[in-house]
């Protein structure tokens, strides 16, 4: 069964320092990775897709790794309002044509 | 066209009672999917639509949830006879191919009292 495990549940930051996000993933035949920033009582904003491993993708402090079996979200140098849960989701072929499966989020706290 | 809209925002309603809403995807997206998500979950999959045909629906969606998109446009969830186990964000999310982000609505907060 296609599975999304996000590590760690919960993080807190100091301003200014930097960590990684974990999301390993099992399915048969992965079309896409993604993440996702979601704030409180609002729908998931959209950030990255990696599609295979060894892609990287950066958007200001936020870098995006995929490997053969896990992605990281590296955050540089986070600021207050990096604070919110960030969502891993990944597109398998083998659980249908195009169902989208989440974990169930990492939530990042960045303290002043 | 800015993004996907959902309506109302936020509905309370008494166990036992019917309830529907709205999904207004991105206007040039043929996909649709809906999600329902709890608090300290990420999004929980419950069905999808291409164009009109629904192609795919969760186990976990039972018989009082039923979905339509006529037309291919917007799209409706319909709860029949409450219960309180149904209280959750539904979030409404569109995207234009397989294997390319979709992008989310603001959701719409469930509270079954």
């Known amino acids: 069964e296609d599975q999304v495990t996000q590590s760690p549940e919960a993080l807190r930051l100091q301003e200014g320092e930097s960590s990684s996000l974990n999301c390993s993933y099992t399915v048969s035949g992965l079309r896409g990775l993604f993440w996702y920033r979601q704030d409180p009582g609002k729908g998931p904003e959209f950030l990255f897709t990696l599609y295979s491993a060894g892609e990287e993708k950066e958007k200001e402090r936020l870098k995006a790794t995929l490997t053969k079996k896990e992605s990281f979200l590296h955050i540089t140098a986070p600021k207050p309002e990096d604070s919110a849960t960030y969502l891993c989701?990944?597109?398998?072929?083998?659980?249908?044509?195009?169902?989208?499966?989440f974990g169930s989020g990492t939530r990042l706290s960045i303290r002043p | 066209d800015t993004g996907v809209s959902q309506n109302p925002r936020h509905k309370i309603t008494k166990r036992g009672q019917n309830v529907t809403f709205r999904c207004d995807p991105i206007s040039e997206h043929n996909r649709l999917y809906w999600y329902r998500q709890t608090l300290g979950q990420g999004p929980e999959f419950l069905t999808y639509?291409?164009?009109?045909?629904?192609?795919?629906k969760s186990r976990l969606l039972s018989d009082r949830f039923s979905a339509e998109r006529p037309k291919g446009s917007f799209s409706t969830l319909e709860i029949q006879r409450t219960e309180q186990g149904d209280s959750a964000m539904y979030l409404c999310?569109?995207?234009?191919?397989?294997?390319?982000?979709?992008?989310f609505g603001q959701g719409t907060r469930l509270t079954v009292v």
């Open positions: 989701a990944v597109q398998a072929p083998a659980s249908s044509a195009s169902k989208i499966i």
């Open positions: 639509f291409q164009n009109e045909a629904q192609l795919e």
């Open positions: 999310a569109s995207s234009s191919q397989v294997a390319t982000e979709a992008f």
